[in-house]
């Protein structure tokens, strides 16, 4: 019975490319609306939703992709960055934070019909108290970043990896603010880990000992 129930949850939370693929976003640059099926009509596409533009952690994933950007420029991958509302998008691009294309989710249904998590305030003010979101705090701290209060709070996104003609090859869903598909993970359902870099790996090892005596 628990493996049966096991596996209908795992069917349940895979995501249908066809019906998110319908769902519409538009343009922080020029406020175009699309479909999101149209990224990964003919290319390979790493679509990351974050969870709230002036979320530092937020921030950071961001400055933490540009380490693999090149790398997907080079072999044709595209980079989408979605958020859950226009609310301090300005901002997000100002700050230069994101090596790629910038969207906002036109409904709420979009992140919902991903299955990506909700917190109300309490936990998501307790889950910035987290190891790892202390670590991260840290790291973002250190780079220089900073965030603002624009926005929904409670929201978290997640990441689809989407090869030409919508072959789902990887979806992450975040479990707290703080949550990152690794870079390596990333390049690796493209068929790129042979591009994960020794100084990639490096900088990842001095992330984990950030400490974790910073608080939010």
């Known amino acids: 019975m628990f493996k049966i129930q096991f596996y209908k949850?795992?069917?349940?939370?895979?995501?249908?490319l066809s019906v998110i693929g319908t769902h519409k976003v538009k343009s922080v640059l020029n406020g175009?609306?699309?479909?999101?099926?149209?990224f990964w009509q003919d290319q390979n596409v790493a679509i990351i939703f974050f969870r709230r533009w002036g979320c530092m952690l937020c921030r950071?994933?961001?400055k933490e992709l540009g380490e693999i950007a090149p790398v997907l420029h080079k072999n044709g991958i595209k980079m989408v960055g979605v958020g859950v509302e226009e609310a301090g998008s300005k901002?997000?691009?100002?700050?230069?934070?994101?090596?790629?294309d910038l969207y906002y989710a036109?409904?709420?249904?979009?992140?919902?019909?991903l299955n990506f998590k909700r917190f109300n305030v309490v936990s998501i003010l307790a889950s910035l108290f987290w190891k790892q979101s202390r670590d991260a705090i840290f790291k973002g701290r250190a780079m220089g970043?900073?965030?603002?209060?624009?926005?929904d709070w409670g929201q978290v996104g997640g990441a689809l990896l989407v090869g030409p003609g919508g072959k789902l090859l990887r979806e992450f869903r975040q479990t707290g603010p703080a949550d990152h598909?690794?870079?390596?993970?990333?390049?690796?359902?493209?068929?790129?880990?042979?591009?994960?870099t020794p100084e990639m790996a490096n900088?990842?090892?001095?992330?984990?000992?950030?400490?974790?005596?910073?608080?939010?």
Not at 145 to 151: A, Q, R, Y
Not at 203 to 215: G, I, L, M, P, Y
């Open 181 to 196: 598909l690794p870079n390596e993970e990333i390049l690796k359902a493209f068929g790129l880990e042979a591009e994960y």
């Open 60 to 62: 950071l994933w961001a």
């Open 203 to 216: 900088q990842k090892r001095d992330d984990t000992q950030c400490s974790t005596e910073v608080k939010p």
């Open 106 to 113: 036109e409904e709420l249904s979009t992140y919902q019909a």
């Open 32 to 38: 175009q609306s699309v479909e999101l099926k149209t």
């Open 91 to 100: 901002e997000f691009v100002e700050g230069k934070f994101f090596d790629g």
């Open 145 to 151: 970043l900073s965030g603002d209060t624009k926005g």
């Open 9 to 16: 949850n795992i069917i349940k939370m895979t995501t249908d």
